[in-house]
């Protein structure tokens, strides 16, 4: 089997990614589901690049013409949701760090102001 110098790049690329990936689920850098999706992904995309006349099939099955349009509208609905997930987690990250700033300035202004006279 000949690749293309496009197909031996993303071998490498994909190959890369997978070996660090495997890497980081040993260590426990990342959580292990989380790993498994990425791995799946990453693998799908070495197998994809490997053997082309795959994505035909996937574009017949999706009701489309071409491989590489299968390919592209998978991966921009794919990209859709990661990119809303992390927006939502930024948002909820952003909500946290105010509840935590307005607890310390609470906190840092009852030490500082003296306590009222109760007379």
């Given at each position: 089997?000949?690749?293309?110098?496009?197909?031996?790049?993303?071998?490498?690329?994909?190959?890369?990614?997978?070996?660090?990936?495997?890497?980081l689920i040993s260590t426990?850098?990342?959580?292990?589901?989380?790993?498994?999706?990425?791995?799946?992904?990453?693998?799908?995309?070495?197998?994809?690049?490997?053997?082309?006349?795959?994505?035909?099939?996937?574009?017949?099955?999706?009701?489309?013409?071409?491989?590489?349009?299968?390919?592209?509208?998978?991966?921009?609905?794919?990209?859709?949701?990661?990119?809303?997930?992390?927006?939502?987690?930024?948002?909820l990250q952003d909500r946290?760090?105010s509840k935590l700033t307005?607890?310390?300035?609470?906190?840092?202004?009852?030490?500082?102001?003296?306590?009222?006279?109760?007379?």
């Amino acid at each position: 089997m000949w690749f293309t110098p496009i197909q031996w790049v993303f071998a490498i690329v994909f190959g890369f990614w997978i070996l660090r990936l495997v890497y980081l689920i040993s260590t426990r850098s990342i959580p292990r589901g989380r790993g498994l999706i990425w791995l799946s992904l990453w693998s799908a995309g070495l197998i994809l690049v490997s053997a082309p006349e795959l994505s035909n099939r996937l574009a017949r099955l999706l009701g489309v013409t071409r491989g590489t349009d299968a390919v592209v509208y998978t991966a921009i609905a794919f990209l859709s949701v990661l990119l809303f997930r992390a927006f939502r987690l930024i948002d909820l990250q952003d909500r946290e760090i105010s509840k935590l700033t307005t607890a310390l300035a609470l906190q840092q202004l009852d030490k500082v102001s003296p306590p009222p006279n109760e007379e």
